[in-house]
């Protein structure tokens, strides 16, 4: 199973993932015609800053995750296969019982459609668009099985 | 080893779910006093006002029991359980055995014993089916009263208006979702619905409801005399657990009265668990049990019930009450302690140039409950903090931090 691991040691706060993210998500995938085009396209994860640290984020697909208990038409769903918690946005009437209750604050609002947006760990490519994008290795697509515990542990929670 | 859930929605999906998962051989029954797969109710309102079709609603693929091993048995209300045999007898005669038994049978709307209730054209909305009826019976351009300013109320006075009616609201308070809002909050609210088109009358005290020779509804009587007209009445009045059946178990006293569990979901006697609309809800804030009938509150107890009942230990977190509505596209959202009642909480509101209010309830540099009305993105940081107890170095600092993740929850918290 693969996570999106962060750093927030290494994240200068480039946001060169926030466009990554949103170029994937355009329907060109393309930065320029997406710009051209006039594509309306929003990043899925987006990075905080306090002035001492910098943190990218974007839907931890957690293990229990809150938003799919409190998903009442079903379109948020946890695959037991890849452990992603995947979005059926065809399913969404806009109630945001997930966004009240998402603990990362990971999920958006799309006000003009009535549905949410999050990530999706971008299905169409091999490693997430932020992943590729992020040229400090702040943000890494790994298998967890190639961490031993204490060293994803050490990875996630010391900094 | 056999499983029996009494009740087909989020608690009883949820724990047959959860059973599967760890349990792959023996077998799940689940009993249902409806005919139908398992629905959202909470879509009703949103069937009735034409935002989502019935296909829509189905909360599972059409194949889910037979790919889940589980054993559907529609149209099976529980009429008694006999823990000392282990049965559940239901309204049809029929006898299921059960070694652990799950009771989420969820809850009921409650009907005021007001004069002319039962006549034609008054409905309450909780089932798929009586969205059906609602759909049939109503009718643009004419007249609906809906009685309750709760949320679930307001919900279906939203969908009668999308449908073209005239929508009344006759709320007993002084203000719309008194449970869940405050003045202040409430008045914004009130202001959306006015904006839509829907008319809210605030004090009013139903006294009767008036029908014509046929029986037929005609109209709403009030105590001061007012009557107020009506082709379709809406009776909002709360919901009551579905537990009348379990009267000799001992577990309840009479009907209507919520399950006691404890955090594993067990009730009082062995084998026999409780989750969802029809049992009490382990309540953080005050580390009690109280009734919070809930969609998330029910899905994550029946993911705990499935757990204990397959032979794992887990227990129930607990949880805040907290619902979420939109009305006129402008979203609100409400957790935990809203309206504090008590000494010793700092109320902390302020409304910006856009019209977004944003509400907080603290106490000793924690939070305990908020309001977001307009503005409600991220809102899941504060449930969170609630949630989690996280201490501030006061009210005032903690009211003042930005709405984000590093200011709120804070890094260490982050894995």
């Known amino acids: 199973m693969e996570q999106i691991l962060i750093n927030p040691d290494r994240c200068l706060s480039c946001h060169s993932c926030e466009l990554a993210c949103a170029v994937e998500h355009a329907l060109s995938k393309e930065l320029l015609a997406a710009v051209l085009g006039k594509e309306s396209t929003k990043p899925r994860i987006f990075v905080e800053t306090d002035g001492e640290t910098n943190l990218p984020l974007q839907c931890r697909h957690c293990q229990e995750p809150m938003c799919v208990n409190a998903c009442m038409t079903g379109a948020l769903a946890k695959d037991s296969t890849t452990g992603k918690v995947l979005f059926h946005q065809d399913k969404c009437v806009g109630c945001w019982m997930c966004v009240m209750t998402c603990p990362f604050g990971a999920i958006e609002q799309d006000m003009s459609q009535k549905v949410i947006s999050k990530c999706d760990r971008c299905p169409d490519r091999e490693q997430p668009a932020c992943a590729d994008a992020c040229p400090t290795g702040a943000i890494r697509y790994t298998k967890v099985a190639d961490f031993a515990h204490d060293q994803r542990k050490h990875y996630l929670t010391n900094w | ?415």
Not at chain 2, 265 to 294: F, K, M, R
């Open chain 2, 1 to 415: 080893m056999a499983y029996l859930i009494l009740g087909n929605s989020a608690a009883g999906i949820a724990a047959a779910e959860r059973i599967r998962q760890i349990d792959k051989n023996n077998s799940i029954t689940i009993l249902s006093d409806e005919p139908h797969a398992a629905y959202s109710r909470c879509l009703t309102s949103y069937y009735l006002g034409g935002q989502v079709t019935e296909q829509d609603m189905y909360l599972r693929a059409n194949n889910f029991y037979q790919a889940m091993g589980i054993s559907f048995q529609p149209n099976q209300k529980a009429a008694a359980v006999n823990p000392d045999k282990k049965q559940v007898v239901t309204n049809q005669d029929n006898i299921y055995s059960y070694d652990k038994l799950l009771i989420a049978t969820g809850a009921s709307a409650n009907r005021p014993s007001l004069p002319g209730i039962e006549s034609d054209g008054v409905f309450s909305l909780r089932t798929m089916d009586d969205a059906k009826a609602i759909e049939v019976a109503c009718q643009s351009g004419r007249q609906a009263v809906v009685l309750g300013g709760g949320l679930v109320s307001l919900k279906v006075a939203a969908a009668l208006n999308q449908r073209g009616m005239n929508v009344t609201v006759l709320v007993g308070s002084n203000r719309v979702m008194s449970q869940n809002l405050g003045d202040t909050a409430a008045a914004l609210v009130e202001e959306q619905l006015a904006h839509i088109g829907i008319t809210v009358k605030k004090g009013t005290r139903p006294v009767s409801i008036e029908s014509d020779a046929d029986g037929t509804v005609t109209g709403v009587k009030l105590r001061n005399g007012d009557v107020y007209q009506a082709d379709l009445v809406i009776v909002g009045k709360g919901v009551r657990p579905n537990s009348s059946f379990l009267k000799e178990t001992g577990l309840v006293n009479g009907g209507g009265e919520p399950l006691k569990v404890n955090r594993r979901q067990e009730t009082a006697l062995q084998n026999i668990y409780a989750a969802g609309d029809v049992a009490l809800t382990y309540n953080i804030l005050d580390e009690n049990y109280s009734y919070s009938a809930i969609w998330p509150n029910a899905l994550e107890q029946g993911g705990v019930a499935g757990t204990n009942m397959a032979g794992l230990t887990r227990e129930y977190p607990g949880s805040i009450p907290m619902n979420s509505a939109s009305f006129g596209g402008v979203p609100v959202i409400a957790a935990g302690i809203t309206q504090p009642r008590a000494e010793g909480y700092t109320l902390i509101e302020e409304k910006d140039a856009k019209g977004n209010y944003r509400m907080l309830v603290l106490a000793d540099g924690r939070l305990v409950g908020f309001t977001l009305f307009g503005d409600t993105s991220r809102a899941g940081l504060y449930t969170g903090i609630i949630k989690s107890r996280k201490q501030f170095p006061s009210d005032q600092a903690l009211w003042q931090k930005p709405r984000n993740y590093l200011s709120l929850a804070g890094i260490s918290t982050y894995q």
